[in-house]
């Protein structure tokens, strides 16, 4: 009866461990996909968002033209031409297209556009470093356990148990090019 208990707590001792190690093995595989879908989402993000700008950016640039060539128009030409340029003007700024400041300057909003871009690349960033911290504690965490014992003699006995996942980490080379890296507007 003794020997009975004994298996049946043994047994128990094993499932509870292999569970564990089963469980801990699958956040490091979710933590690891989850960096996947950072680096997806900031490549689409930033694609997007750099385009976006780049539009506006041409947009602004076109519509401060405009203005400057109506207004030396306006300025410099016989009445009916200055007429002509003031209307034009006069539509530009009814438009909605830009406001005008007291000083007669258009407020261009190309200034919280970019505001917004630096807001949306710092956030990304914080996610995929976030992603990466986590991924690097649940690999630390899962390979402390399956080091540990009892857990050890449950990985020697199920070795399917154990996976070959490297901590998050640069290359040499990879830092390098990243630390050279920029976001251009070109």
């Given at each position: 009866m003794t020997g009975l208990i004994i298996t049946i707590a043994l047994l128990g001792?094993?499932?509870?461990?292999?569970n564990r190690i089963i469980s801990m093995r699958e956040a490091v595989?979710?933590?690891?996909?989850?960096?996947?879908?950072?680096?997806?989402?900031?490549?689409?993000?930033?694609?997007?968002?750099?385009?976006?700008?780049?539009?506006?950016l041409s947009h602004e640039s076109e519509v401060f033209t405009k203005i400057t060539e109506l207004r030396t128009q306006a300025q410099s030409a016989n009445t009916k031409e200055a007429k002509a340029a003031e209307d034009e003007l006069s539509k530009i700024v009814s438009s909605g297209a830009i406001n005008v400041a007291v000083e007669n300057y258009p407020e261009l909003k190309s200034d919280t556009i970019m505001a917004n871009l630096q807001e949306e690349i710092v956030s990304t960033e914080?996610?995929?470093?976030?992603?990466?911290?986590?991924?690097?504690?649940?690999?630390?965490?899962?390979?402390?356990?399956?080091?540990?014992?009892?857990?050890?003699f449950i990985?020697?006995?199920?070795?399917?148990?154990v996976i070959d996942k490297e901590y998050w980490r640069l290359d040499e080379g990879t830092i390098k090019a990243e630390e050279a890296r920029r976001i251009n507007f070109d």
């Open positions: 001792l094993i499932f509870y461990y292999y595989i979710s933590s690891e996909t989850e960096i996947s879908v950072q680096l997806d989402r900031r490549g689409k993000v930033f694609d997007s968002l750099l385009a976006t700008v780049k539009k506006y914080n996610k995929l470093s976030f992603a990466k911290r986590g991924y690097n504690r649940t690999l630390e965490q899962y390979r402390a356990f399956i080091a540990s014992i009892p857990a050890v990985v020697k006995i199920f070795p399917s148990l």
